[in-house]
């Protein structure tokens, strides 16, 4: 099924426009649609690729034109909008597939002997700049590397819960072959279905569980990586106080040290009990000192998201604050887990009129899809499809998230949505900003904002630019991180260059200039 | 009170020879006790300082003799056994005692001028050559920075369960001024009483948690290191996803890059609900299964400790191999929590004759130290304390530790048995091999090995380096890591170059001579 080349996707799931627009009507009243620029007339008006495809790699490379312009960019709001008004302008000159390893080292010997960027592309669902070409200096052009031919679980140890699995897999894919003998990596981002897991490493990646192992960090066992300088491969441990971890310097390298080609991954059975509950809260800051109570008891739900009003309402799962709990396991009932945490939530004034729900489903064949988390996880990841709806219905939705101390929590949920809804008020004449926590810790949560307004046809990108601004000042002002599991890249550049110790900004590119001399790799994310 | 110059803590609290001699019996036969060389015959011996204190280090450092010992060298087997003979050859030119980060920057700008190499020292509990000054190309001397002047709780915040506390704290003071306001950091490894929240940070010390937290790594929320090149600082945050995470370079640096003089640490309050129970086995292959399944349950127990036999035997605990399973909370009693581990447990062959115990502290003033697991505690605090007297008693007792995968873990445990009795044969006619597992996860477990080997005086030296290789031999061929918690240093070196990746070991090498460009910091240390 061909993907769609500037949305989402698949194309043929993009929602009904009509459908969309009476979502939005009660907001933005009625809207009218736009159809992005055809295919045919967006490639045919691509330049022409720079630079040959270089002898070495004519077997597994291509500089087609619709190859090239489906590795031009992510799927961040801006990315999209350029991609419907029909420009591939940042399209690599060639795409190189690589079908192992000596394949990808032949693609980076080439990058070194040409002088061509060298970009590492997973499912392509960055929204942060981070697969996009752009030459650094003496840079002759560039090669993105589509790692989508290794995409198979090589070896699972089930004694030791692991699964050696290669770097360029889908998800879907990657839980169909762990599926198949009853596991699971259990990590769940919105992209799912159209990202890596070289990508998750990469990126660090947020996904299933809302507490504990909230990263794709802590599912890593060990890590294999080509540099151009060399193999980098970490020991299969559990653990080590052996000097500084090296699997956390992979992790969040976004490609700028290596490409990232196998791991072993923590792997777990399929649970089969699950417990979960939904209270609701008329006031937000009792279900916020709820919530903290919840992740501070030990208890640690797979599921602790708190949806604020106005987020709730626009989803459709309530009308006033709900705090969703769930918990899952493969070895024991979790009844008395969750009677703790509903009574944390009870006693800060939350109601759970539904009750507590409990399943086993020990002896139950079920077919996936066939119930409630199913159901919210169809919606869920269907949210960037929706995303794309609204785009060409003329209306600029997005999402930034976080992460702080539950002391800064308030007034940076102040300061946050003050300031989003007076940009969106100025650049947009009004809109909508919602706030959810995706995860929390017993230090902090994890906020995930969602803003709406209305584009100005031809504008949304510098409308979009200064949201974006407001948003990331804000955050950073408040002591909150510019991105709890959306990357740095190139978008985030200017606050993460603030946030992170100027020592560590030294440290790490004495690493890149070391492993990477001729600096061929992702120019301009992370680092310089 | 005065610390030992060659041995453990306090001199006082060596325990009495004829005790040791009386528990050594039966594995031993008799043994006569030796004393160590006074103190002022090693003093007098001591050689002057190659190198005079710099003036702007007047007010805070000295060069007297006995200061100088005293940071002379860890507390490793080896180290002891030097210092017991009187030899204290490897102390420092002075001892710098910073009292704040702007003395420290001084002593820094000073070694740098002076080219001396700088010595980070918390509480010297090293046990592997990592705070033993050497000198680098081109030094003229060394000064060992003692860090306990840094020893205070500065703030806590209640809401977000942190604290920010000095570095050169020691383990007690800084569990008295948490608990004055009703918080623990529960860390606690067997250095507890003479190492400090820097060293814990600086080698990934492993502490309380059996499962889980179980480095201090996941309790560092933010560090404050200063560097030859400035002030690394990372953000408050629970978590992020910007880039790789900065902590993580400083824990395990060991003094190589900089020296750590605060942190915001992730706090808990006091437990009060405790449950617990041991589970007694026949069958060691039994025990081990048993253990997997608690560690893969998702319970989460804070103690999973599992003795084989000969460790139950050696302590006391029991005549067979013996589970001891522990839960603790702050926030909810945790009997079907332990039910769950015991019914595993028990699945698996086990016995637990003497039954759960539950406990509830909420109404209960309670005096430290009033408890059977307070109990444990002062027996597992002194067991560096029955090591130097075996010492005088001319036994070689030493441990090591790993972690491997439970698959790799059956022939591991063969495999460091065989060579560690076949070494322990030739080089001390005999002797005993224990084990025991201090840390459990998913996916493997943190064997922890402990030996005992009758010395031939004047010969320790060269029977425990033999002793040693076999250990370090046989864990790098099984799989395992050379250290799950107690560093490289000096010691671990042969097997940690094998063991990182050779592509990190350029990384690390290219930020120590960025952050670090005149090679003053713990020269040999972890890399070169």
Redesign the interface.
């Known amino acids: 099924m061909p993907r769609s080349l500037w949305g989402w996707g698949l194309t043929e799931r993009r929602p009904a426009l009509d459908t969309v627009a009476a979502r939005a009507l009660p907001l933005f009243g009625a809207l009218t649609p736009e159809e992005p620029v055809p295919d045919e007339v967006a490639l045919a008006a691509l330049q022409a690729p720079r630079v040959p495809v270089p002898a070495d790699l004519a077997g597994f490379a291509s500089a087609a034109a619709h190859e090239r312009a489906s590795h031009a960019r992510g799927k961040a709001y801006p990315d999209r909008v350029r991609g419907f008004q029909g420009d591939h302008g940042s399209a690599p000159d060639l795409v190189a597939r690589p079908r192992d390893e000596a394949e990808l080292l032949r693609v980076l010997a080439a990058c070194e002997a040409h002088k061509l960027a060298a970009i590492p592309f997973g499912g392509g669902s960055s929204v942060v700049g981070g697969v996009e070409p752009r030459l650094g200096p003496g840079h002759n052009g560039a090669v993105s590397i589509d790692l989508a031919a290794l995409d198979r679980v090589l070896e699972i140890?089930d004694?030791?819960?692991?699964a050696r699995i290669q770097g360029g897999v889908f998800g879907p894919a990657l839980e169909q072959q762990l599926g198949a003998q009853g596991y699971s990596l259990r990590h769940f981002p919105q992209s799912f279905e159209f990202s890596t897991l070289g990508g998750w490493i990469a990126?660090?990646?947020?996904g299933h569980y809302a507490t504990?192992h909230?990263?794709i960090?802590d599912l890593v066992?060990s890590v294999r990586?080509l540099?151009p300088?060399?193999?980098?491969?970490?020991?299969?441990?559990?653990?080590?106080?052996?000097?500084?971890?090296?699997n956390?310097?992979?992790?969040?390298?976004?490609g700028v040290?290596?490409v990232i080609t196998e791991a072993w991954m923590?792997i777990?059975p399929r649970p089969v009990y699950r417990a979960s509950a939904s209270v609701h809260f008329a006031d937000f800051d009792a279900a916020v000192a709820a919530t903290?109570e919840v992740a501070?008891?030990?208890?640690?739900p797979a599921n602790c998201r708190l949806l604020d009003a106005r987020e709730a309402m626009i989803t459709g799962v309530a009308a006033d604050n709900v705090l969703l709990l769930g918990f899952e396991?493969?070895?024991?009932p979790l009844?008395?887990w969750l009677e703790?945490a509903l009574a944390i939530a009870i006693g800060h004034g939350g109601s759970c009129p539904r009750g507590p729900r409990l399943r086993d489903d020990r002896d139950k064949a079920r077919a996936p899809g066939d119930d409630a988390a199913e159901s919210w996880r169809k919606t869920f990841l269907d949210g960037p499809y929706l995303q794309d709806g609204l785009l060409c219905l003329g209306i600029i939705a997005d999402t930034f998230e976080t992460?702080?101390?539950?002391?800064?929590f308030p007034e940076l949920f102040r300061a946050v949505t003050a300031a989003m809804n007076d940009t969106l008020q100025r650049v947009c004449g009004g809109g909508v900003v919602s706030c959810r926590f995706t995860?929390v810790?017993?230090?902090?949560?994890?906020p995930y904002f969602t803003f709406l307004g209305r584009a100005r046809r031809g504008a949304e990108l510098e409308q979009w630019a200064e949201l974006k601004q407001a948003a990331g000042d804000a955050l950073s002002a408040a002591?909150?991180?510019?991105?709890?599991?959306?990357?740095?890249g190139r978008t985030?550049r200017p606050w993460?260059d603030r946030?992170?110790?100027?020592?560590?900004a030294?440290?790490?590119?004495?690493?890149k200039?070391?492993?990477d001399p001729a600096a061929i790799l992702n120019p301009g994310v992370?680092i310089d």
């Open positions: 140890d004694v030791s819960r692991s990126t660090r990646a947020g504990l909230t990263h960090d066992q990586m540099t300088r060399g193999l980098w491969q970490s020991a299969r441990l559990p653990a080590s106080g052996a000097g500084p971890d090296p956390r310097l992979v992790c969040g390298s976004e040290l290596g923590r777990v903290r501070q008891s030990g208890l640690h396991s493969a070895d024991h009844g008395p703790r992460a702080c101390t539950w002391t800064a995860h810790y017993p230090d902090g949560p994890a002591g909150g991180t510019i991105t709890h599991h959306h990357a740095v985030h993460y946030e992170r110790p100027e020592p560590f030294q440290a790490l590119r004495a690493a200039r070391t492993l992370l």
